[in-house]
């Protein structure tokens, strides 16, 4: 009788990296551990009033080590000596320098303190003049629009952008950097032990969305192009990468050194590793034509196409159109917002300056009874404000927002765009301003549905995964209502780490495709929301508000 096998899927995210072990049979989770980046919580190396954004690659390595391990000692060691395969997603674009063996600059003596040395987070919008200067640059060379497959607009959180801010703005990092590696291709570069940057297989996700990768063209921008957009860049794209991977393909095989560090089996399959939204994708059994919605900090919005069927189409505005993003055979279309979740953390923020800056330092109350208050309204802040929003009507004359307040990355990536509030009057209070946030992050969603189909890309569906979409009924019922579509809920507690669990049963040989995995390892749908017919009239008239107070922002107050 054949043993069981399982797959550990590995997910970075913003704050924190999840692991889980799956039973390849069902897809069933059996234990799964969360780490927290105990450097990125210290607010280290982060400045967010300049919207710079760094992470520091022990986090990541201190949580690898974690959170297998724990995995391993809750499983025990019957099911350890059966896990065939490990797959990573990580957030992306999250580039950093390396050295010529692959090493973060960070990791060396001299780097460890040095912001320009780690790994730029997918947020970072330090490189908004480098974006705007390839943009103009890519329409008025003479060659190659290498951005006609990035949406026709690359961002200033893509990899090419915050690659030549970082050369620009210190002299240390342009001496000392051989290369530079996305994060999800990092991890599996380290679980396999790689020593040499040439050697790290590199990611048709990270490389098609970001980079500008094509094969129509050969790969990256041309030297040529680089060349013209800054002499700095001379000489990075021979030491970058010509050649890329789907997630169904072997990064390689894990390192003696790294199997019994963690305590896996010697002869673990390490998969090719993703971005965290196109695995969630998988995850939550994406099908093609459905708009997958990953509502977590931001939002990232997945579609599959058949090849034969997008053909030529270039979709414009959007995150990129990749062959094999996602899924082998199907072009992966990305979209998303620069902030979801983070405006309403902005929000609670915003509200907690009393609390943190009176209430911690008052001197009526002793120092337990203050924690205990403090956790009492950190805790319960958000979660009213829903309840206390999800009571006020509709209202078309009301209070409403503009979501832009980390820029806009879907449609027509532009990081310099601001958010607003209008529409205040005396009687305005926090529930009121809240549910008009919460109003315009469905209102930055239904622009992206918007683009799509009027580009033809049609939507037959829409499913949503992340954090918000598991705890936020307010939330998800404004956003049916606001799209006038229904909305299914993905059953998966950490839908990307399982997608990623989906990878590396493909990647380690346990099914032959994806369909034959989401088939055997899906965990379907939760909960489906139904749009009001009332609401959803009321929306579209809002809707135009918002676009004309965009247009409004985008054409008058943005420098």
């Given at each position: 009788?054949n043993?069981?096998?399982?797959?550990?899927?590995?997910?970075?995210?913003?704050d924190?990296?999840r692991?889980?072990?799956?039973?390849?049979?069902?897809?069933?989770?059996?234990?799964?551990?969360?780490?927290n980046?105990?450097?990125?919580?210290?607010?280290?190396?982060?400045?967010?009033?300049?919207?710079?954004?760094?992470?520091?690659p022990?986090?990541?390595?201190?949580?690898?080590?974690?959170?297998?391990?724990?995995?391993?000692?809750?499983c025990?060691?019957d099911?350890?000596?059966?896990i065939?395969?490990?797959?990573?997603?990580?957030?992306?674009?999250?580039?950093?320098?390396?050295n010529?063996?692959?090493?973060?600059?960070?990791l060396?003596?001299?780097?460890?303190?040095?912001?320009?040395?780690?790994?730029?987070?997918?947020k970072?919008?330090?490189?908004?003049?480098?974006?705007?200067?390839?943009?103009r640059?890519v329409?008025?060379?003479?060659?190659?629009?290498?951005?006609?497959?990035?949406?026709g607009?690359?961002?200033?959180?893509?990899?090419?952008?915050?690659?030549?801010?970082?050369?620009?703005?210190?002299?240390?990092?342009?001496?000392?950097?051989?290369?530079?590696?996305?994060?999800?291709?990092?991890?599996?570069?380290?679980?396999?032990?790689?020593?040499?940057?040439?050697?790290?297989?590199?990611?048709?996700?990270?490389a098609?969305?970001?980079?500008?990768?094509?094969?129509?063209?050969?790969?990256?921008?041309?030297?040529?192009?680089?060349?013209?957009?800054d002499?700095?860049?001379?000489?990075?794209?021979?030491?970058?990468?010509?050649?890329?991977?789907?997630?169904?393909?072997?990064?390689?095989?894990?390192?003696?050194?790294w199997?019994?560090?963690?305590?896996?089996?010697?002869?673990?399959?390490?998969?090719?590793?993703?971005?965290?939204?196109?695995?969630?994708?998988v995850?939550?059994?994406?099908?093609?034509?459905?708009?997958?919605k990953?509502?977590?900090?931001?939002t990232?919005?997945?579609?599959?196409?058949?090849?034969?069927?997008?053909?030529?189409?270039l979709?414009?505005?959007?995150?990129?159109?990749?062959?094999?993003?996602?899924?082998?055979?199907?072009i992966?279309?990305?979209?998303?917002?620069?902030?979801?979740?983070?405006?309403?953390?902005w929000?609670?923020?915003l509200?907690?300056?009393?609390?943190?800056?009176?209430?911690?330092?008052s001197?009526?109350?002793?120092?337990?009874?203050?924690?205990?208050?403090?956790?009492?309204?950190?805790?319960?802040?958000?979660?009213?404000?829903?309840?206390?929003?999800?009571?006020?009507?509709?209202?078309?004359?009301?209070?409403?927002a503009?979501?832009?307040?980390?820029?806009?990355?879907?449609?027509?990536?532009?990081?310099?765009?601001?958010?607003?509030?209008?529409?205040?009057?005396?009687g305005?209070d926090?529930?009121?301003?809240?549910?008009?946030?919460?109003?315009?992050?469905?209102?930055?969603?239904?622009?992206?549905?918007?683009?799509?189909?009027?580009?033809?890309?049609?939507?037959?569906?829409?499913?949503?995964l992340?954090?918000?979409?598991?705890?936020?009924?307010?939330?998800?019922?404004?956003?049916?209502?606001?799209?006038?579509?229904?909305?299914?809920?993905?059953?998966?507690?950490?839908?990307c780490?399982l997608?990623?669990?989906?990878?590396a049963?493909?990647?380690?040989g346990?099914?032959?495709?994806?369909?034959?995995?989401?088939?055997?390892?899906?965990?379907?749908?939760?909960?489906?929301?139904?749009p009001?017919?009332?609401?959803?009239?009321?929306?579209?008239?809002?809707?135009?508000?918002?676009?004309?107070?965009?247009?409004?922002?985008?054409?008058?107050?943005t420098?």
């Open positions: 009788m043993a069981v096998k399982y797959t550990i899927g590995i997910d970075y995210g913003t924190s990296v692991s889980v072990l799956v039973d390849t049979r069902d897809g069933s989770e059996q234990t799964s551990s969360v780490f980046y105990p450097r990125w919580a210290a607010g280290k190396y982060c400045n967010p009033s300049q919207n710079l954004f760094r992470q520091h022990l986090d990541y390595i201190e949580g690898l080590e974690f959170t297998i391990k724990e995995i391993l000692d809750n025990g060691p099911v350890a000596r059966n065939v395969a490990v797959s990573v997603d990580t957030t992306g674009s999250t580039p950093v320098a390396v010529r063996q692959g090493l973060p600059l960070s060396i003596p001299d780097f460890e303190e040095n912001p320009n040395a780690m790994f730029v987070l997918w970072d919008h330090t490189a908004v003049n480098e974006a705007d200067e390839i943009n640059k329409t008025t060379w003479g060659g190659e629009d290498y951005t006609k497959y990035e949406g607009v690359y961002s200033s959180e893509w990899f090419w952008a915050k690659i030549l801010h970082v050369l620009r703005e210190d002299k240390k990092i342009r001496e000392s950097a051989y290369s530079w590696v996305e994060h999800c291709d990092w991890i599996p570069a380290l679980l396999t032990g790689t020593s040499s940057v040439e050697k790290i297989k590199r990611s048709r996700c990270a098609g969305h970001k980079a500008m990768w094509h094969k129509s063209w050969g790969g990256l921008p041309s030297e040529e192009f680089l060349k013209t957009l002499p700095l860049l001379l000489g990075i794209r021979e030491r970058l990468y010509a050649e890329t991977f789907t997630v169904d393909q072997q990064a390689g095989i894990i390192s003696k050194e199997a019994h560090k963690l305590g896996l089996p010697e002869d673990v399959i390490i998969g090719i590793g993703a971005f965290d939204a196109h695995l969630g994708a995850g939550a059994e994406i099908k093609p034509y459905y708009l997958c990953v509502m977590g900090t931001s990232c919005d997945i579609i599959t196409a058949p090849e034969a069927e997008i053909g030529n189409m979709v414009k505005g959007i995150c990129g159109q990749v062959e094999g993003s996602v899924l082998p055979g199907y992966g279309l990305e979209a998303g917002q620069s902030a979801f979740g983070d405006v309403y953390a929000f609670k923020k509200l907690l300056w009393p609390v943190e800056n009176i209430l911690s330092r001197n009526k109350l002793n120092e337990g009874l203050k924690d205990e208050l403090i956790n009492e309204i950190v805790d319960n802040l958000i979660p009213l404000l829903s309840e206390e929003a999800g009571k006020i009507p509709v209202n078309v004359s009301g209070e409403f503009l979501d832009w307040l980390n820029g806009r990355r879907t449609p027509d990536a532009n990081q310099n765009l601001k958010g607003a509030i209008t529409g205040l009057t005396l305005s926090a529930p009121r301003i809240f549910r008009a946030l919460v109003e315009a992050t469905a209102f930055g969603s239904k622009a992206i549905v918007e683009s799509f189909i009027s580009q033809g890309v049609r939507i037959d569906g829409i499913i949503a992340g954090g918000v979409a598991k705890k936020s009924e307010f939330v998800m019922q404004v956003m049916a209502d606001v799209l006038n579509k229904p909305i299914l809920v993905a059953r998966a507690e950490q839908a780490a997608g990623s669990a989906m990878a049963a493909v990647a380690g346990v099914y032959a495709t994806f369909e034959q995995a989401k088939e055997k390892m899906g965990s379907g749908f939760e909960k489906e929301y139904l009001n017919g009332i609401n959803a009239v009321k929306y579209q008239i809002i809707y135009e508000r918002y676009r004309k107070l965009g247009k409004f922002i985008e054409n008058e107050l420098h």
